[in-house]
């Protein structure tokens, strides 16, 4: 039976014709890609600036091609800047019945109200984060003021999306009935080369920014640090969970622990496990590689840095499956 277009469908006493809810962004998030862009293009505003306070005093075409030429770069960096502004401008939120979306002038993300897994909400400085993911990492994040995440946060209670406990991730916690064969901490050991080099080469940008507060270093290395940080900010917290968080082996997955924190981030069942083997061992630590079945295939994964590499394949149990 299909709905006459005049009558109201109710759920939770919301009208789910259309948008249940649309919001738009904090004025600080709106300012963040712009002020981001200002940075990057730090080198045409350092040009411009040169050419303003070196202006001739030659004959008057000089003085015209000068103001051309200084045209050229005050006129991309604004072009930019511009472009920045008007995109964050358009950002919106929109709920209806069947899906969270993002849109600026046509929609540029969407997640089925069926595939929301988790709902977090953080608080922030000027309001709150609200994310809903499919699983641990990623999602839609949205950073709204307090009154709107709170009409947000009812819509989608109506929709039967409930708040998850704080930090959740979607994985379930372990359950009392759940003996934990092993357990470890990985440590440096588990940035290989190309991964310590990659977080020395982000890092450093941001440490020297702190170390020397010198204006012509903040054009040089605040776009670098901040581009590095923005964009691989979740691959550094990821490094940093591995390194400092908890490894454990249960009678039926391995879990990986926030650091410093009970909440589990990570998991993979046992069931999904075809082989084990250390590929290299120093110092009463291994490279371990795995083997887990994915998507009807096989794929590899390396833990390094495991600390009792035996006692961690024998609570694997491979010979018992």
Not at 209 to 221: E, T
Not at 299 to 307: K, N, S, Y
Request: glycine share 8%.
């Amino acid at each position: 039976m299909v709905a006459h277009p005049a009558s109201p469908v109710v759920l939770g006493g919301i009208d789910r014709r259309g948008a249940l809810w649309e919001g738009r962004p904090t004025l600080l998030t709106r300012l963040m890609q712009p002020l981001l862009v200002l940075m990057v293009t730090a080198p045409f505003w350092g040009v411009a600036l040169a050419m303003m306070r070196n202006p001739p005093s030659g004959p008057e075409a000089e003085i015209v091609v000068h103001y051309a030429l200084l045209a050229i770069p005050l006129g991309i960096a604004l072009m930019l800047v511009s472009a920045a502004t008007a995109r964050a401008a358009q950002l919106r939120y929109r709920v209806d019945a069947q899906a969270v979306e993002v849109w600026r002038r046509t929609r540029e993300r969407r997640m089925e109200i069926a595939e929301i897994r988790t709902l977090d909400v953080r608080p922030t400085l000027f309001g709150q984060r609200v994310r809903v993911r499919r699983g641990p990492w990623g999602g839609i994040a949205m950073e709204l003021r307090g009154r709107d995440a709170e009409h947000l946060l009812g819509v989608l209670a109506a929709l039967g999306i409930e708040e998850s406990p704080a930090g959740a991730t979607g994985i379930d916690p372990l359950a009392p009935d759940e003996p934990v064969r092993w357990r470890g901490s990985l440590g440096l050991g588990s940035l290989d080369a190309s991964k310590a080099i990659a977080a020395a080469a982000l890092l450093t940008p941001a440490l020297l920014l702190l170390l020397l507060q010198v204006w012509v270093l903040l054009l040089a290395f605040g776009a670098v640090a901040l581009l590095g940080l923005v964009a691989l900010g979740e691959r550094l917290r990821t490094w940093f969970f591995e390194a400092f968080g908890t490894i454990l082996v249960t009678d039926r997955r391995i879990a990986w622990r926030v650091p410093g924190s009970d909440r589990l981030y990570r998991e993979l069942a046992l069931a999904e496990l075809v082989d084990a083997l250390i590929v290299e061992e120093k110092s009463g630590r291994a490279w371990v590689a795995l083997t887990v079945r994915h998507r009807g295939d096989v794929r590899d994964e390396d833990l390094r840095g495991v600390p009792d590499p035996q006692g961690f394949l024998a609570a694997l149990d491979l010979a018992a499956r």
